[in-house]
């Protein structure tokens, strides 16, 4: 059986400034990769190039017959010191965004994935009084870059970003997994988005939301109390604040269950991603349901969904049932635009590395080469026929 996707479904691939460019030296996690102490296997380095292969990228997604680029401007390349805006650095994104909107695409931004300049997180980051005023003021600079884009993205996974935001604390010690969020800094992530998506309509239309990391969180038996008081500081907050944004990016990979004691482990007879994360792709259905209910009346774009896996063949497995998922929950009445696949390239994985490889292109990191994998090809045909066939 065939299925169709709604006429205008936007199909497309994502990644990040400080995951694929190189050297991106002004910025905090750089800092952080280097702390002997640090939570980073290892340095994010020269990346995958991309700060230069840009337009290899591009060419690539075009050519798989996508239709959008997610991608994100560096503010710490932007504003390395405070108030010091670099014109280089804005020309370089002004000709990265020429060369989407010339290969045929339509470039989605982010104007935050999870790197912030050094300085800014120096003092204080997101927990700084003038923490909106300056990511404004950054975030205006870029404006008239924005005016084509299909959507504009202020902050990628705040959630996680206020997880992340506790490895720059002095002192802090890194647990195994992800760190509790700091409300402090979820306050002021939630200010700055409200104060730059208001600013930014006036500028580029109504194009301005943010990305969430939704996690599926349920008890053992479904959907509980438990799980809803666990989920709440975490994803649901987030997702409420969008309530009145022009569109709700949600991220779905897994599965979280809660139990008495906080989130179980994945059972050993499960299978595991390379992140060590339940092979579950039917998070995504989940995902777009509870932003539904939460912002109902907000369209919804899938703008990373993808897997970590060794073996090609899974990713296209999980990307066929996840897409189904999609189809369903559009069939059920949620308004749903786009599918980003994370990630267009094999690339820095934060806290893990280069281990994980979630890329439909893998990155040969002696050489840059890019060599798509089967799962492109598979999910380019998809793109180009606007359908999903059920084998
Ligand atoms: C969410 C983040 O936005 C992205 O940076 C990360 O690489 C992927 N998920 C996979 O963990």
């Known amino acids: 059986m065939t299925r169709q996707f709604p006429d205008g479904f936007l199909w497309g691939a994502a990644t990040a400034a400080h995951q694929i460019e190189g050297g991106n030296v002004a910025s905090d996690w750089w800092k952080l990769e280097h702390r002997p102490d640090g939570p980073c296997a290892e340095p994010s380095g020269d990346a995958c190039d991309s700060y230069h292969r840009y337009p290899e990228d591009v060419a690539i997604v075009?050519?798989?017959?996508?239709?959008s680029y997610r991608f994100s401007i560096e503010w710490s390349r932007i504003e390395p010191e405070p108030g010091e805006f670099s014109r280089v650095q804005l020309d370089h994104y002004r000709r990265m965004i020429a060369t989407v909107l010339d290969a045929g695409l339509r470039p989605t931004v982010t104007l935050h994935h999870f790197t912030s300049p050094f300085w800014f997180t120096k003092g204080g980051g997101w927990a700084r009084a003038d923490s909106a005023d300056r990511f404004l003021r950054y975030c205006e600079t870029v404006a008239p870059l924005l005016t084509e884009a299909a959507y504009v993205c202020t902050f990628?996974?705040?959630?996680?970003?206020?997880s992340f935001a506790r490895?720059?604390?002095?002192?802090?010690?890194a647990p195994a997994g992800l760190p509790d969020p700091d409300s402090r800094i979820s306050d002021g992530l939630t200010r700055a988005h409200l104060r730059v998506r208001d600013a930014l309509r006036a500028e580029v239309g109504p194009r301005v939301g943010w990305a969430v990391a939704t996690q599926s969180f349920s008890g053992v038996d479904g959907p509980d109390e438990l799980s809803a008081a666990y989920a709440y500081e975490r994803e649901t907050r987030f997702l409420e604040v969008a309530v009145d944004d022009d569109w709700l990016g949600v991220q779905a990979y897994s599965r979280t269950i809660v139990g008495p004691d906080g989130p179980l482990p994945v059972s050993d007879e499960t299978e595991r991603t390379l992140m060590d994360w339940e092979y579950y792709p039917e998070a995504l259905g989940s995902a777009l349901r509870e932003a539904h209910r939460i912002a109902p009346r907000v369209p919804l774009i899938v703008t990373e969904n993808g897997i970590a896996a060794a073996d090609d063949r899974r990713r296209?497995?999980?990307?066929?049932?996840?897409?189904?998922?999609?189809?369903?929950?559009?069939?059920?009445?949620?308004?749903?635009?786009?599918?980003?696949?994370w990630s267009l390239l094999d690339n820095f994985e934060w806290a893990h590395g280069y281990r994980p490889t979630f890329g439909l292109v893998a990155v040969d990191r002696d050489t840059f080469a890019r060599i798509p994998r089967?799962?492109?090809?598979?999910?380019?045909?998809?793109a180009r026929?606007?359908?999903?066939?059920?084998?």
Not at 62 to 67: D, F, N, P, S, W
Not at 374 to 379: F, T
Not at 385 to 391: F, I, P, S, V
């Open 156 to 162: 990628n996974e705040p959630n996680i970003a206020a």
């Open 62 to 67: 075009a050519g798989l017959g996508l239709g």
């Open 167 to 173: 490895y720059f604390e002095p002192g802090y010690v």
């Open 374 to 382: 089967p799962s492109a090809h598979w999910l380019g045909a998809v």
């Open 385 to 391: 026929a606007n359908a999903l066939d059920a084998d």
């Open 316 to 341: 296209i497995d999980y990307v066929r049932t996840a897409l189904g998922e999609v189809l369903t929950a559009i069939d059920d009445g949620v308004d749903v635009r786009g599918y980003f696949y």
